[in-house]
């Protein structure tokens, strides 16, 4: 635990202006964020008494180890600032609310020839118009599959929108009236433009003069006695007004606002959103977070503003917003709302009327989000400290285990062998601190020499990290002359290469760069309090053996073993049982099972590779465009082999040079033995395979 006082800035040297201020703790790393009218009135705060401070505000200057600043010229900038340093730092005393990309929204791609509507999610595209949030995605599905009747515009992807052109026909909706069909042509691009901007006008609440306009036409209809229109139109009337029951009416036509209610106790507060256009309820969204830092109901409004239209510019920010209590000042914030959507936005509180009423009901809304939050999680954070308790007790640790790493080794008989490192901290995953590792620097099959060069690498970036953020006090385990740079990994293989399929299922971390000093979060640069291995006695033995040479003796380890699930600790004969209804065992037993999932993941990821590998893959200036148009040309590796310069040239795009170079690559590469139908255990000819087939199959032929 820090001394504030070993930190606190001289008198004199905070500037009594505008500006954000970031507290790191002894790793480099922000742990909060804050901004300030005048940062010495501000900063003084924190360096009072002790005893006199918030728990939490208590906990978070003794967990920092230095405090900086910025000063800006205004409180907006020193809110945009401190909007966008939350946002790169996530530092773990501030306020977070949940993020809500998951919400669905309905949107209309305005930016392709012909727009198309559908359900989106995630980050908001430019040229997109957006309606919603939405709690479920079936709710847009309804609105849309409604109003399709009336406004007929294409719902189908790029893919189907393609073939229909291309086969003439229109898809089902084109068929029953429920699409205009623009693939075939059967309305123009303008026209069709013109529906799309229709239906966002109705979407975005001009529903009166359209429907009115509707029924001007279907009594004009009665007339002339066109009674088969008429009946149409008044069909369509009647799907529009179902689609407006869907939303109630809740204040005046025309009314664009958001109503945002807080609902808190002592540690918890949930935020309810409700999105009001046209004077009807379009969407809503909530969230709930813990309360870090000692904020009041105008600090937990102020940070839903940031949150919600942090990144937002022009009318995805309202007219009107209404709260429960105003942030203090309130004029920064104001102002900065204005900025962000280009004209003047009220923030207020809503007094009396209907505004008052429905923020009531939003506030209720909270209320039972909060309740229903407390009860899910109530069991969960009692379950996991319990775990952790009972870990620290059963191994005989000091504390409990606030940060948890695991290591697994996979391979396939001997072949691509890799690592995983997973973190568990408070007892839940942190994915974006796991880390994949290649075995590189022996060969074959050899589970305990793997686990001692994996934990070696990632406790010597551990060191690395030390010695460049200036925190490296002795050089543990290294002989007489070592400087800290001979801690170097033999090669930079820790962070894993990220495809979008890792990030989907995965959240893998990004690949290696450079190294900062500004408090983001650095690879391998804070140290676990535990280390789990996958395996029994070997294995936990050469882990703690790789810690020792380093000189790493403050970092506990044991192994999870599969067979009985006894726990293994170093230098023991006999292992730790603990009990099978233990909630220390389920987490560790959560924690190994995560680290082998992620290692297998990784391992059958390479062995595809590998398999698809092609002596043609390594002909420099050779893309797959032209690959492909090899194999389907000749139809196979072996009689692209047997080909002459002249006869490779003859296949379009392929110049003399490139197949010269092709030529000289598959002359040098050995032929491998036929493929085998693992099914039926027949001998694929390539003479006899179809090139589809051949692609395909012989993708991993040398």
């Known amino acids: 635990m820090a001394d504030p006082s070993s930190y606190r800035p001289k008198p004199g040297q905070i500037p009594d202006s505008p500006g954000v201020y970031k507290f790191r703790d002894e790793h480099g790393r922000v742990i909060y964020v804050g901004k300030a009218k005048s940062l010495r009135q501000r900063l ?40 966008s340093w939350i946002k790169e730092f996530d530092p773990r005393f501030n306020v977070k609310y949940r993020d809500d990309k998951s919400y669905p929204y309905l949107a209309v791609t305005l930016n392709e020839d012909f727009p198309r509507a559908q359900v989106m999610r995630g980050a908001k595209k430019k040229g997109v118009r957006y309606f919603g949030p ?6 847009i599905r309804e609105t849309v599959d409604l109003m399709l009747r009336v406004f007929p515009v294409r719902t189908c992807s790029a893919g189907v929108f393609k073939r229909s052109a291309q086969i003439g026909r229109p898809c089902l909706l084109g068929y029953i009236g429920k699409c205009s069909a623009p693939c075939v042509g059967r309305i123009s691009e303008a026209d069709h433009r013109e529906l799309a901007e229709e239906f966002c006008d109705f979407m975005a609440g001009r529903t009166g003069a359209y429907i009115r306009r509707l029924e001007r036409q279907m009594q004009d209809a009665a007339e002339e006695m066109e009674y088969e229109r008429a009946a149409r139109l008044r069909d369509d009337i009647g799907a529009l007004k179902r689609a407006m029951e869907k939303s109630a009416v809740v204040l005046a036509d025309a009314t664009d606002a958001d109503l945002i209610a807080v609902a808190e106790d002592e540690l918890e507060a949930a935020v309810q959103i409700f999105h009001v256009r046209g004077g009807r309820v379009r969407g809503q969204r909530g969230w709930v977070t813990d309360k870090v830092e000692a904020v009041t109901t105008g600090d937990l409004v ?21 709260v429960p209590a105003l942030p203090d ?10 900025q962000r959507r280009g004209s003047q936005v009220s923030l207020r509180i809503p007094q009396r009327g209907d505004k008052k009423d429905l923020m009531a009901t939003v506030g209720r809304n909270a209320q039972q989000a909060l309740a229903l939050h407390k009860t899910k999680r109530a069991s969960d954070l009692t379950t996991r400290s319990r775990a952790l308790e009972e ?15 695991c290591f697994d080794i996979s391979h396939l008989q001997g072949e691509d062998v890799v690592a995983s490192m997973v973190v568990f901290e408070d007892g839940l995953a942190r994915k974006s601190e796991y880390r994949r ?29 030390k010695q460049k953020s200036g925190e490296w006090t002795e050089e543990p385990g290294q002989p007489d002359g070592e400087t800290p740079e001979a801690l170097e990994a033999p090669e930079a293989t820790e962070a894993p290469e990220v495809t979008a399929r890792d990030i989907a299922e995965d959240t893998a971390p990004a690949t290696d760069g450079p190294l900062d000093d500004d408090g983001r979060p650095k690879r391998f640069a804070y140290p676990p309090q535990l280390v789990v291995v996958d395996g029994g006695a070997p294995q936990v033995a050469a882990a703690r053996r790789a810690m020792d040479e380093l000189g790493i003796d403050d970092v506990a380890v044991c192994g999870l073993a599969k067979r009985l699930e006894e726990v293994w600790l170093p230098g023991e004969d006999d292992p730790v049982v603990l009990p099978r209804s233990s909630e220390g065992l389920y987490l560790l037993q959560r924690v190994r099972d995560e680290a082998h999932r992620f290692a297998i993941t990784y391992q059958r990821s390479k062995r595809t590779k590998r398999l698809k590998a092609s002596p ?16 389907k040309h000749f139809g196979s590796l072996k009689k692209l082999r047997a080909a002459t310069i002249d006869e490779i040239c003859a296949v379009p795009g392929v110049g003399r040079k490139t197949a010269e170079t092709v030529a000289a690559a598959l002359a040098g590469a050995a032929p491998t033995a036929p493929a085998v139908n693992t099914a039926t255990g027949e001998i694929i000819e390539d003479d006899g395979a179809p090139p589809a087939a051949l692609s395909a199959e012989r993708g991993q032929e040398p």
């Not at 939405?134 to 709710?139: G, L, R, V």
């Not at 000042?329 to 204005?338: D, F, I, N, R």
Request: aromatic share 8%; no cysteine; net charge negative.
């Open 616 to 631: 043609l893959d390594a002909v420099p200036g050779l893309g797959d465009t032209r690959r492909h148009a090899l194999l």
């Open 302 to 322: 102020e940070h839903a503003l940031q949150q919600l239209y942090g990144d937002e510019q022009g009318d995805a920010v309202p007219k009107e917003v209404l």
């Open 134 to 139: 939405y709690a479920h995605a079936w709710a």
């Open 44 to 83: 003084a705060n924190y360096f009072q008494d002790l005893a006199g401070l918030h728990p939490r505000t208590r906990t978070m200057v003794t967990t920092a180890a230095s405090v900086e600043w910025t000063v800006v010229s205004t409180e907006v900038e020193a809110l945009q600032l401190e909007y």
């Open 391 to 405: 870990i620290a007790e059963a191994l005989g640790l000091d504390s409990v285990p606030l940060r948890i790493e």
């Open 437 to 465: 590792f290649q075995i590189k620097g022996f060969a074959g099959q050899d589970d305990v020499r793997s686990m001692h060069e994996v934990i070696g690498r990632r406790f010597r970036r551990y060191l690395q990290e």
């Open 329 to 338: 000042p309130v004029e920064p914030v104001a102002q900065w709302l204005t």
